[in-house]
């Protein structure tokens, strides 16, 4: 007879999970400070933040503590017409705009749930904003909802937010809704807001208190079978001792 041990060692997989809100204040942004938010950014196990920077814009923020940028594409005559989409005239440019990439770290996954964001404009500034994604190449703007109460901003067809009063107030309830798309991303997404329809070149297109809500997540695993095959002799023995 003969007699085999065998030992197998089985995948075992643990997962630890993060809810993750990764925000962008924009503090150190100056007057003075360029196209690059100068700030430093945000920390969260799991992600590394990138930082925010504006593109077909004038060289410096029109104002501090948040990106204020003017030249966007223009759009609104003025007048009792600037309450009405039907008598926006302008495009979106895709040249235009202010962007930034979340990257998930080794061994880690993100999902994306939501994106909410302040917006502001000065008296000829736009009035049509949208954030796109880097998921489809920045075919489409995203899923866009404005929090009760929506009595300044609506979304439009398309998911294009737009400012319906003549007013220059914060308006601080734009969420974007992420999709199943967003779902346990392990390669660097980059998000970009857009904006046009403004009343003059020098009206400005401002974000503030970007809040990326989501998760991360770290998997790891032994992922390995390994098996022993023993030939035990003499077998039987008569002194007891095996080799």
């Known amino acids: 007879r003969q007699m085999c041990i065998r030992d197998s060692f089985l995948t075992v997989i643990t997962s630890f999970c993060a809810t993750a809100q990764v925000l962008y204040t924009f503090d150190s942004v100056k007057t003075t400070s360029g196209t690059i938010d100068p700030s430093p950014v945000p920390m969260f196990t799991g992600i590394t933040c990138g930082t925010f920077s504006a593109t077909g814009t004038p060289p410096n923020s029109l104002a501090a503590l948040r990106f204020d940028f003017s030249d966007w594409s223009i759009g ?16 979106i440019s895709t040249a235009e705009y202010y962007e930034v990439t979340l990257t998930p770290q080794a061994g880690y996954s993100i999902t994306g749930d939501s994106i909410k964001f302040s917006f502001e404009r000065s008296g000829t500034g736009v009035r ?37 009063k003549d007013i220059v107030t914060n308006q601080n309830r734009n969420i974007i809704v992420l999709d199943a798309s967003f779902a346990n991303l392990v390669a660097p997404v980059t998000f970009r807001f857009y904006a046009w329809n403004a009343e003059a070149p020098t009206g400005t297109f401002s974000i503030d208190n970007v809040n990326f809500i989501g998760s991360s997540t770290l998997a790891t695993g032994v992922s390995e079978k390994n098996n022993m095959d023993i030939t035990v002799f003499p077998n039987p023995s008569q002194s007891g001792l095996f080799t």
Not at 76 to 91: I, N, Q, R, Y
């Open 76 to 91: 609104s005559v003025g007048g009792p017409a600037d309450t009405l989409f039907s008598g926006m005239t302008g495009v």
């Open 128 to 164: 049509s904003y949208a954030v796109r994604s880097s998921l489809d190449g920045y075919s489409a703007n995203l899923n866009a909802v404005y929090g009760a109460p929506n009595i300044n901003v609506n979304v439009q067809s398309g998911n294009v937010f737009f400012l319906k």
